[in-house]
């Protein structure tokens, strides 16, 4: 097309507005909505991550007065900031962030930052649609239309798009959505928000009157379709559980699809960045936390909670084990029940198979780590360092001292305290011998009856 008032090329630098400057009333929450967490990040940081993967070389956030919150997580998260005060509808906000744009002259994506699901994949083929019109819109079939705006398409262009309220009966039959997500050229997009009023029921500027603007200007505007699944804004904590079980299925699906084996997938939950590689197996209720990996042939038994955990090839992890951040597993290495691990590497084929706590430790390879061996690693104000080596046999019921070192080869007897370091191939006994005191036990329960017929 050549008549279009502007041509547009794949290569244009890419921006994104991210709205943020609602209320959030029905979350009753005292923290900004977009702040609550969904598989391990905050619903703001899944749609910044999609618009940096997107490409998106600025970003920038629109906050209101009354969400300093939100305002210091953006900062935070490198973004910049405009200011809306008060809102006045989605193309007020947009406006608002006009002077940080400043002469940018790329694509730019409008976002929400309640809407957290949209994939990378579907955000780049909204920004690939400009190629082609100079407005694009992303929508979806809604299973139930409710309140979204209605986009009206005629001969495969967008026409307008119409809020629910001021839809009329044969608009609101249809059921071909608005997601939120609008992309179109900086100036073209800025220059058409002039022209929006704030005539209509809710008194608001909408963002959505764009289309109509720009197509009344000689601009082409079209939809692209993406799936109802991604498109769920977050509103209320239900909301937020939907959108977490709509993430969950996904992650199940894809994880079966790519050779991993849930034993009942309906119980596994998955944190935003889990990896499982192939041929693992997941058993029941197991809760993956943020930055976990799961490497080939792994298994995780039942009832575990992992996370900032690298869990090794064919290593055996559970049931009820608890493996936190920093947990190293090496390959073939066992962790059993009730075992809980923390900032610790355990070398290849080294087991703690019963009531144990590692704690900022590093074990070799081959080591034995007896049930209730405990590594005191903190006192009160530090924490420190607990090695063990390579073929250590640590006996049943240990407390390591820490700091402290067990030699390779080492053996610490049951029950041992260690608070000093062991030497390679050393037994260490630290505990009281045992005195057996003949008699004694009889002698005692014959005193007590005594005692008893008296009183
Ligand atoms: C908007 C769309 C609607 C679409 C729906 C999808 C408009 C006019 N309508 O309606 O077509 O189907 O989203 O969910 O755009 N915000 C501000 N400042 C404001 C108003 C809103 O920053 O003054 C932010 C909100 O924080 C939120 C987003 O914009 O992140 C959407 O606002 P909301 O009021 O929920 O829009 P809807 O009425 O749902
Ligand atoms: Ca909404």
């Known amino acids: 097309m050549t008549d279009r008032p502007f041509?547009?090329?794949?290569?244009?630098?890419?921006?994104?507005?991210?709205?943020?400057?609602?209320?959030?009333t029905r979350m009753k929450s005292s923290k900004s909505k977009v702040l609550h967490?969904?598989?391990?990040?905050?619903?703001?940081?899944?749609?910044?991550?999609?618009?940096?993967?997107?490409?998106?070389?600025?970003?920038?956030?629109?906050?209101?007065?009354?969400?300093?919150?939100?305002?210091?997580?953006?900062?935070?998260?490198?973004?910049?900031?405009?200011?809306?005060?008060?809102?006045?509808?989605?193309?007020?906000?947009?406006?608002?962030?006009?002077?940080?744009?400043?002469d940018f002259e790329g694509d730019i994506a409008v976002l929400f930052?309640?809407?957290?699901?949209i994939t990378t994949q579907t955000l780049n083929s909204v920004f690939e649609a400009l190629t082609e019109a100079d407005v694009a819109v992303l929508g979806f079939e809604a299973n139930v239309p409710g309140a979204y705006g209605r986009l009206i398409e005629r001969d495969g262009t967008l026409?307008?798009?119409?809020?629910?309220?001021?839809?009329?009966?044969?608009?609101?039959?249809?059921?071909?959505?608005?997601?939120?997500?609008?992309?179109?050229?900086?100036?073209?997009?800025?220059?058409?928000?002039?022209?929006?009023?704030?005539?209509?029921?809710?008194?608001?500027?909408?963002?959505?009157?764009?289309?109509?603007?720009?197509?009344?200007?000689?601009?082409?505007?079209?939809?692209?379709?993406?799936?109802?699944?991604?498109?769920?804004?977050?509103?209320?904590?239900a909301d937020l559980a939907a959108a977490n079980a709509s993430f969950q299925t996904n992650m199940r699906n894809?994880?079966?699809?790519?050779?991993?084996?849930?034993?009942?997938?309906?119980?596994?939950?998955?944190?935003?960045?889990?990896?499982?590689?192939?041929?693992?197996?997941?058993?029941?209720?197991?809760?993956?936390?943020?930055?976990?990996?799961?490497k080939s042939g792994a298994t995780i038994h039942a009832f575990c909670h992992i996370e900032g955990a690298t869990v090794g090839e064919g290593a055996s992890v559970g049931p009820f084990a608890r493996l936190r951040p920093g947990t190293d597993l090496g390959p073939d290495s066992f962790i059993g029940n009730f075992v809980?691990?923390?900032?610790?590497?355990?070398?290849?084929?080294?087991?703690?198979?019963?009531?144990?706590?590692?704690?900022?430790?590093?074990?070799?390879?081959?080591?034995?780590?007896?049930?209730?061996?405990?590594?005191?690693?903190?006192?009160?104000?530090?924490?420190h360092k607990t090695t063990i080596g390579d073929g250590v046999f640590i006996g049943t019921h240990t407390s390591l001292v820490a700091p402290v070192t067990i030699g390779d080869g080492g053996f610490t007897a049951t029950g041992a305290v260690v608070t000093k370091n062991v030497p390679a191939d050393a037994l260490a006994i630290a505990r009281v011998d045992q005195v057996n005191k003949l008699g004694w036990a009889a002698r005692f329960r014959e005193a007590m009856s005594k005692r008893k017929a008296k009183s």
């Open 113 to 117: 930052a309640d809407t957290p699901l």
């Open 159 to 237: 026409e307008k798009i119409v809020e629910a309220k001021e839809a009329s009966a044969e608009e609101l039959a249809v059921t071909l959505c608005n997601s939120g997500v609008l992309a179109s050229q900086s100036g073209r997009l800025f220059k058409a928000l002039e022209q929006v009023t704030n005539e209509n029921s809710k008194g608001e500027y909408y963002l959505t009157d764009v289309i109509e603007i720009m197509r009344k200007d000689g601009g082409c505007a079209r939809v692209v379709r993406g799936h109802e699944d991604e498109m769920l804004g977050v509103n209320s904590r």
């Open 340 to 383: 809980e691990v923390k900032n610790t590497k355990v070398g290849r084929g080294s087991k703690a198979s019963h009531l144990t706590y590692l704690g900022d430790a590093v074990i070799g390879a081959g080591s034995n780590i007896g049930a209730g061996t405990v590594t005191c690693n903190y006192d009160g104000f530090f924490k």
């Open 254 to 294: 894809m994880a079966l699809e790519d050779g991993v084996t849930l034993r009942h997938p309906e119980t596994v939950y998955f944190s935003y960045d889990t990896v499982i590689e192939r041929d693992a197996v997941i058993g029941e209720n197991v809760v993956f936390g943020p930055g976990v990996i799961v």
């Open 7 to 24: 041509s547009h090329k794949s290569s244009r630098p890419r921006a994104a507005i991210i709205l943020a400057a609602g209320k959030s």
């Open 37 to 102: 967490d969904l598989a391990g990040l905050r619903l703001i940081e899944w749609v910044r991550t999609c618009a940096l993967e997107a490409g998106c070389e600025r970003i920038i956030c629109v906050v209101g007065d009354a969400n300093q919150d939100v305002r210091d997580a953006a900062e935070a998260l490198s973004m910049e900031i405009a200011v809306q005060e008060p809102q006045q509808g989605t193309g007020h906000a947009v406006d608002c962030a006009k002077d940080a744009v400043g």
